[in-house]
């Protein structure tokens, strides 16, 4: 869905769906999922209504949370949700929200596998294994 290296080229696809959400347009693909992801978030909106601020700002460990990063972990559990990859998903899914309050709290949880399925997948120099993924899911639901 949301492809590419530039760091500017794929904030710049957050900003646009943001802007055409504001600005009562139709939404196409991608963006739909985002401007979804992005409602529950309110305290990025006023990042996403202004690209000048957030579209070459760095966020280092140490200040706080990079909301771009977040709403992309966000998408990616969408997408995988939506298609059921990894296999098994959707029942883990499934199984945190019986135990969360609402769905938005069960991605957070997810939120802290994938990233840090991500993390060891980039360390190593592999792709994302998706077994220690389903694995951490699994843990999480117990």
Not at 74 to 80: F, L
Not at 100 to 107: C, F, G, T, V
Request: proline share 6%; net charge negative; glycine share 6%.
């Amino acid at each position: 869905m949301l492809y590419g290296q530039d760091r500017r080229e794929l904030r710049a696809v957050f900003f646009r769906a943001w802007r055409k959400h504001l600005d009562g347009q139709p939404l196409e693909g991608a963006e739909r999922t985002i401007v979804a992801v992005a409602l529950r978030h309110p305290e990025y909106h006023p990042l996403l209504e202004n690209a000048d601020t957030g579209a070459e700002r760095d966020w280092l460990p140490d200040q706080g949370e990079n909301p771009f990063l977040h709403l992309g972990l966000h998408i990616t559990i969408e997408e995988q949700l939506a298609l059921d990859q990894p296999r098994g998903i959707r029942a883990q899914y499934a199984e945190l929200c019986r135990r969360a309050p609402d769905e938005h709290s069960a991605q957070h949880r997810m939120l802290e596998c994938l990233g840090e399925t991500l993390w060891q997948a980039q360390r190593a120099g592999l792709p994302p294994n998706s077994q220690s993924y389903l694995d951490c899911l699994a843990r999480l639901a117990r």
